[in-house]
Nanobody
Framework: VQLVESGGGLVQPGGSLALSCRAS????????MRWFRQAPGKERELVAA????????NYANSVKGRFTISKDNDKNEVHLQMNSLKPEDTAVYLC?????WGQGTQVTVSS
């Protein structure tokens, strides 16, 4: 199983980024998918989760109303749309399914 994240970068506060996670070696339509993030010196934090069918989503309180998780089962990808970004959103964002992790993509929110 391989998970490859993309879409991170440097953005000003209030800006937006769209992250993608492409999976290979498994079919994501059969699994719940998650996005985590880890900032320097902090524990890894669950940001958002989506059910296998894509019908149910959950978010950390800190990102509710700003982030949206979605799945594209045809492309075997999971996405995280991040709006109204804040400096405290700065972290490495990682895609997760079962015990598998991607390498992460850096998101930096700074003016």
């Amino acid at each position: 199983v391989q998970l490859v994240e993309s879409g991170g970068g440097l953005v000003q506060p209030g800006g937006s980024l769209a992250l993608s996670c492409r999976a290979s070696g498994l079919t994501i339509r059969n699994y719940n998918m998650r996005w985590f993030r880890q900032a320097p010196g902090k524990e890894r934090e669950l940001v958002a989760a989506i059910s296998s069918a894509g019908s149910s989503t959950n978010y950390a309180n800190s990102v509710k109303g700003r982030f949206t998780i979605s799945k594209d089962n045809d492309k075997n990808e999971v996405h995280l749309q991040m709006n109204s970004l804040k400096p405290e959103d700065t972290a490495v964002y990682l895609c997760n399914v079962l015990s598998h992790w991607g390498q992460g993509t850096q998101v930096t929110v700074s003016s």
